[in-house]
Nanobody, 124 residues
Framework: QVLLVESGGGLVQTGGSLRLSCAAS????????MGWFRQAPGKEREFVAR????????RYTDSVKGRFTISRDNAKNTVYLEMNSLKPEDTAVYYC?????????????????WGQGTQVTVSS
């Protein structure tokens, strides 16, 4: 059974940093592009960042550009989301997802594998 397991969430003050990890099992990891999405209470799930199969191409939503960095280690079957200068509006459950495509997408519907999510809370 394919599993995506996120970790690294938690409570942090405004301006702080967190590093999320998403480990994949039973998956040919390098055949999938990976994405991070988030969902705040009462809001729809939104795209945060995505990375292509080899880690050479990335894309971010405007609100996190310059603060978040997505990366992957295909040898470890893991994708990361480094989050710096965190703001209260970054508070959400963060999900990693895998898409059977080269570059990935900003659209959640393009991803067919999802993790269970990890909570990130940024206090003001």
């Amino acid at each position: 059974q394919v599993l995506l397991v996120e970790s690294g969430g938690g409570l942090v003050q405004t301006g702080g940093s967190l590093r999320l990890s998403c480990a994949a099992s039973d998956l040919t990891f390098s055949s999938y592009s990976m994405g991070w999405f988030r969902q705040a209470p009462g809001k729809e799930r939104e795209f945060v960042a995505r990375v292509d199969r080899r880690g050479g191409s990335t894309r971010y939503t405007d609100s996190v550009k310059g603060r978040f960095t997505i990366s992957r280690d295909n040898a470890k079957n893991t994708v990361y989301l480094e989050m710096n200068s965190l703001k209260p509006e970054d508070t959400a459950v963060y999900y990693c997802a895998a898409a059977p495509s080269w570059f990935g997408s900003t659209r959640a519907a393009e991803y067919n594998l999802w993790g269970q999510g990890t909570q990130v809370t940024v206090s003001s």
